[in-house]
Each structure stands twice: as structure tokens, then as C-alpha cells.
């Protein structure tokens, strides 16, 4: 089974920047890294979780709560996807999490297939 490991968070003053890692493993020769759709999610205190960015193929997308501030990237031969948050807001305070699936759209209401544990990130005002 695909495993994710998410890493990177921590304390931040408003304005500051982090930056976010999604290690992923368990792939096999016909079942890639690159075959699976790579997001980010989040989870404030009180709210539902929501969409963050995504990556697939190149191609990503983001929520418009965090476009012009977050980028997403990936390292295909290290098998990692990045988060890097510039410009954070408290309002960006929540847990963090990486989600993988090979066939879900970046913002569906269903489920992902594999989750990493969540990295809290907080941000003071």
C-alpha cells in the first residue's frame, strides 16, 4: 500500500513562509508515484477539512483561499511533494495532510484512497 509521510510544519508569525513535505513509498513497478493524483488538505479547529492544492502530472491546483501565496511542486525521483506557504495567515492555521489517489479530481467530495499523518502548522498574528 502507497504510505505518506508528511513533514514541515511548525510556528509561524504572519507573513513568514513554510514549507510542507509529502514523502510517499509503496509504489511498485506498474503502480508509480507518478500515476497518483498528490494533495494537500487541511483541518482547522471547528471546521471541515478542505482542499488545499494538488498535483498530477504537472499539473496543480489550488484552493483560492491560499492562489498567489502556496505553491505545490513535486520531486518525482524522490517521490515527494512540496508545499511551500509564503505570505501565511492565521486563518492558515490548521492540520496539514497529504492525500494520494490515482483517480480522484483535486477538490471531489469523495475521499482520497491514502492518507499521511497530519503536520500541524500555526500561524501567530
Known amino acids: 500500500d502507497v504510505q505518506l509521510q508528511a513533514s514541515g510544519g511548525g510556528l509561524v508569525q504572519a507573513g513568514g513562509s513554510l514549507r510542507l513535505s509529502c514523502a510517499a513509498s509503496g509504489f511498485t513497478y506498474d503502480d508509480t508515484f507518478d500515476k497518483y493524483r498528490i494533495g494537500w488538505f487541511r483541518q482547522a479547529p471547528g471546521k471541515e477539512r478542505e482542499a488545499v492544492s494538488c498535483?498530477?502530472?504537472?499539473?496543480?491546483e489550488y484552493a483560492d483561499s491560499v492562489k498567489g501565496r502556496f505553491t505545490i511542486s513535486s520531486d518525482n525521483a524522490k517521490n515527494t511533494v512540496y508545499l511551500q506557504m509564503n505570505n501565511m495567515k492565521p486563518e492558515d492555521t490548521a492540520v496539514y495532510y497529504c492525500a494520494a489517489d490515482k483517480f480522484l479530481m483535486c477538490f471531489s467530495a469523495y475521499e482520497y484512497d491514502y492518507w499521511g499523518q497530519g503536520t500541524q502548522v500555526t500561524v501567530s498574528s
Open positions: 498535483i498530477s502530472d504537472g499539473s496543480t
